[in-house]
């Protein structure tokens, strides 16, 4: 069965560091998302990205994040200078027909800001 | 936007006792309604879901029940056993938007 892979599954930086998470979303599907999980706390929504652009955003996602489909497979994330309160599980998802219907989530990549 | 609450946020069960969780929203425009289980360190899964022209969806041992004009939904799980043992998510979205999540409920099944 086709599955959501996402690169690293845990990635360490410094606070100021720019960092770059990376998923590949099944392939058939149109709707990619990126939520994040403080430890311990709810799945809280980022971004949901469709044709190629921005299709929604939450008020976490401000001025340094930014996402981008760069070929036909990888879909990314990036923080460009990372804050303490930035450590969380960063989760991408991916459905076929809108946010409506089963997203599939991926293994998610643990991001820890020192 | 939508706001969605859970409850409880705990819950613990003998093996073989069924399992209520609950969830309200806020959106009235919201149609779709999936609860995830998510284990320790792992990815949340999708275990069931409904839309708004149902009031109710069985799978085996879980079933999800809706009433749209109070605005909440519940989660059953019967019989249920140690594997069980998660934390549950519901949540809410409309048409085209994106999932907002209740803060979760775990569930301990003791053996």
């Known amino acids: 069965e086709p599955e959501v892979t996402q690169t690293p599954s845990h990635q360490v930086t410094q606070m100021g560091q720019e960092v770059i998470l990376r998923c590949v979303p099944i392939s058939n599907h149109l709707y990619f998302y990126w939520y994040r999980q403080i430890l311990g706390q709810k799945v809280e929504f980022l971004v949901s990205f469709y044709n190629n652009e921005i299709s929604e955003k939450s008020e976490i996602f401000d001025d340094q994040f930014s996402v981008e489909r760069p070929d036909g497979s990888n879909f990314t994330l990036k923080i460009r200078s990372t804050k303490l309160e930035d450590s969380a599980m960063y989760f991408c998802?991916?459905?076929?027909?809108?946010?409506?219907?089963?997203?599939?989530f991926g293994p998610g990549t643990r991001l820890t800001v020192l | 936007g939508e706001n969605v609450e859970q409850h409880p946020s705990t819950l613990s069960v003998q093996e073989g006792d069924s399992a209520v969780i609950k969830c309200t929203y806020s959106?009235?425009?919201?149609?779709?309604f999936p609860w995830y289980k998510q284990e320790l360190g792992k990815r949340p899964q999708l275990i069931i879901d409904i839309r708004s022209n149902v009031g109710e969806k069985k799978d085996q041992r879980i079933a999800v029940t809706l009433n749209k004009t109070a605005k909440h939904f519940s989660l059953h799980i019967t019989e249920t056993q140690p594997e069980d043992s998660a934390v549950y998510f519901c949540?809410?979205?409309?048409?085209?938007?994106?999932?907002?999540f209740g803060k979760g409920t775990m569930l301990l099944v003791s053996p």
């Open positions: 949540a809410a979205c409309r048409r085209y938007s994106t999932l907002t």
């Open positions: 998802a991916s459905s076929d027909d809108g946010g409506d219907n089963e997203q599939f």
């Open positions: 959106d009235s425009a919201s149609n779709y």
